[in-house]
């Protein structure tokens, strides 16, 4: 005898197989496998909830998408909210949230990763569902819930300034590997 295979079950094998992309997705946005990885889950579990009420499963990939998106970007303003509290209740400003970025990073290697996290959460967010995950400008204005000519010109200007990032970083790569095959020319041999 064949088994039979409810809606339930064939809308949680779908949300399985989504797994790898939301976990990309999430952690494009949050630069973090962990906090990504949390952010997964939640949106799986909001997902399966909604799902089970509606038992809409038409738009499955997209809800999850934009309940990853509206998350993360909650959790950016509760961290801005507490940063701020933070800064105004220190004394004299002494305590100032540690930058990620900040520092000389001039010796280290930027690779598409570390361009990527440059740009800002909205820049970020369009090119990661445009070039890495693969929406339309449409499908991915439904996710940010924007319109898809705000989300195409997000998306050419993270190009423009990721192109401008990996550039600069080519340059910079050639110019070191340039002198230093030079000083190894001049080296007196002993």
């Given at each position: 005898?064949?088994?039979?295979?409810?809606?339930?079950?064939?809308?949680?094998?779908?949300?399985?197989?989504?797994i790898?992309?939301?976990?990309?997705?999430?952690?494009?946005?949050?630069?973090?496998?962990?906090?990504?990885?949390?952010?997964?889950?939640?949106?799986?579990?909001r997902?399966?909830?909604?799902?089970?009420?509606?038992?809409?499963?038409?738009h499955?990939?997209?809800?999850?998408?934009?309940?990853?998106?509206?998350?993360?970007?909650?959790?950016?303003?509760?961290?801005?909210?507490?940063?701020?509290?933070?800064?105004?209740?220190?004394?004299?400003?002494?305590?100032?949230?540690s930058?990620?970025?900040?520092?000389?990073?001039?010796?280290?290697?930027?690779?598409?990763?570390?361009?990527?996290?440059?740009?800002?959460?909205?820049?970020?967010?369009?090119?990661?569902?445009?070039?890495?995950?693969?929406?339309?400008?449409?499908?991915?204005?439904?996710?940010?819930?924007?319109?898809?000519?705000?989300?195409?010109?997000?998306?050419?200007?993270?190009?423009?300034?990721?192109?401008?990032l990996?550039?600069?970083?080519?340059?910079?790569?050639?110019?070191?590997?340039?002198?230093?095959?030079?000083?190894?020319?001049?080296?007196?041999?002993?």
């Open positions: 005898m064949g088994t039979v295979v409810s809606q339930g079950d064939t809308l949680r094998y779908q949300l399985v197989g989504l790898p992309h939301l976990r990309r997705f999430a952690r494009g946005l949050t630069k973090d496998p962990d906090k990504a990885d949390d952010l997964v889950q939640e949106a799986c579990e997902a399966l909830k909604k799902l089970n009420r509606t038992e809409d499963a038409l499955l990939k997209n809800l999850l998408y934009r309940i990853i998106y509206n998350r993360w970007i909650d959790k950016l303003r509760r961290r801005k909210t507490r940063i701020t509290k933070l800064n105004v209740l220190s004394e004299q400003n002494k305590f100032k949230p930058d990620p970025h900040s520092g000389d990073h001039l010796d280290t290697v930027m690779d598409l990763q570390g361009a990527l996290d440059k740009l800002d959460e909205e820049h970020r967010a369009a090119i990661m569902l445009i070039g890495v995950e693969g929406y339309s400008y449409a499908e991915a204005a439904s996710v940010l819930e924007v319109p898809p000519g705000t989300v195409a010109s997000r998306v050419a200007r993270a190009r423009s300034k990721l192109g401008d990996l550039y600069s970083r080519q340059e910079e790569s050639f110019m070191t590997r340039r002198m230093k095959q030079l000083r190894k020319e001049n080296e007196p041999e002993i």
